[in-house]
């Protein structure tokens, strides 16, 4: 499978760099820090907890927090991933091989996802330490998890298609945090509408539906969001090459 | 497939904006062969490439490789070429081997095949000792081996090689013209290029492009009519023009100014040295014979002179 091939290839090539490492690091230890202090505050006031549990609280909001901060690093890791192989020019090796562009884009997709899926797995290990000395949600628990990895998933869909925009990779992680930026508080944009309007925003918000998975409220709908996200993001990827070939 | 057209670039126009980079170019290369594609920088050489590798879409025509379209068909298409942009188009944070395991995949070869394959065109490109180190940290010259070796890494019917010697030291030039022959025994080759010994020491058969049009198609072995060659010959005390012209072989004087004569001849360097021996003996004091650079040379200033060249560069 050549796809798959690809994946391996662009997974090898990242850690390759410093800044895999950097971003792994440094996801981890905000992640800590966050993680701590809930923790923490959790310990030392049962009021605040007020009936809810320890995994609302402590999880759920370590993986809330999680989300902001993939938001912020997702564009980094997105950047180069067409942009560098058009200013290289080993776009150009990709484009005369016999792989279609369907591939390529998905192979491309795979491989940072399996970053992320690292990055993910490294982020799970503090709030599943905690299994050590107590029991957790375990419904809440995986709904979060699956909803941080799909919210992951969507940020790589975008930030892949930007990274197609442009030769600089500077440039396009900017579009591509602006976008996700936007996507993230869309929601907003609906309260000064009608009704009708603010039903829409809201559900085109990334916010909304990771907020309802973190909830421990697993429902198709949230899923299908992020699928039909990641799904149109990387059809525009393909879209996009196609017609780079035909325009440059 | 025997005596079929290996690669058919059928009317291919292609333009960039409002600036008509490729206009209207045919041409066909049957397998085997060595061709030389030949023209100023900016002549369109590097998009005629990228066009007949299907990195970059034409307006209008088409090309068939093997008689696959690109456009329609790229998977069969582009399993038979091997390409190497006028860019290197390699990974520097891989070693050779990654690279090249990479390339092979890409290409489709099959896994029982691909470490022989590797092994094989690393041999060929000279890199057999290069193996394990990173790309990033090779030399200029080494990394162009890579881009080779990556070319041919599938044994394509057909190498396609986008100015493979600029920028390189002068005895780089001649090892990768040398690899260059070698690819001609047993791959077609295309190889674009400005400079003008390259064609006539590697290729078969010359294209010349300008302006985007093609301009000239032909084997180099009938260019110039076969055995004629032509010299300069600087006479101090020159006879009249009908007494040259009787020296044994020479087929036709042209005089350039008072003491310096073109002379066009039949026959190999010992027929000049017998003219110079002849010019002595009769007293006409020669002091300077400069062999002409060659038609080839000749052909192209004439085909592409009085053009001012594109403001436009050939690649992007």
Redo the contacts between chains.
Sequence with gaps: MIMLDIARVEFRRMFQLPLAWVILAAVQFLLAIFFYVLLSRYLESAQLAAGRGMTEIVVAGTLQIGGIVMLLVSPFITMRLFSEERRSGTLDLLLSSPVSLVELVLGKFLGVLLFQGVMLAMAALMPLSLLAGTSLDAGQLAAGFLGLGLLMAAFTAVGLFASTLTEQPAVAAVTSFSALFLLWIIHIAGHAGSEHMAAIFAYLSLLRHFDRLLDGYFSSVDVAYYLILVGTFLALAVWRLDSVRTWR | MEGEALIAVERVSRWYGRHLAVDDVSFSMRRGEVLGFLGPNGAGKTTTM?IL?????ANSGRVLIASRDIVED???A??H?G?L???????P??TVD?YLD??A????VPRTRRKSAIANSRERCGLADAGSRLIGNLSRGYQQRVGIA?AIVHSPAAVILDEPTTGLDPRQIVEIRELITELGDDHSVILSTHILSEVQTTCDRVLIINRGRLLLDQALDTLGGGDRRQFTLALRSPPVPEELDAATGVVSVQALDGHRFRITFIGDDGAAAGLVEHAAKSGWGPYELVPDAGTLEEIFLRMTSGDEPQAAGDA?
């Design positions: 990228r590798c299907g990195v970059l879409a790229p998977k069969a582009k399993a070429i390409y942009p006028e860019q290197p188009p390699i990974y944070d891989l990654q990479y390339c995949r890409l290409r489709g990556q992007s």
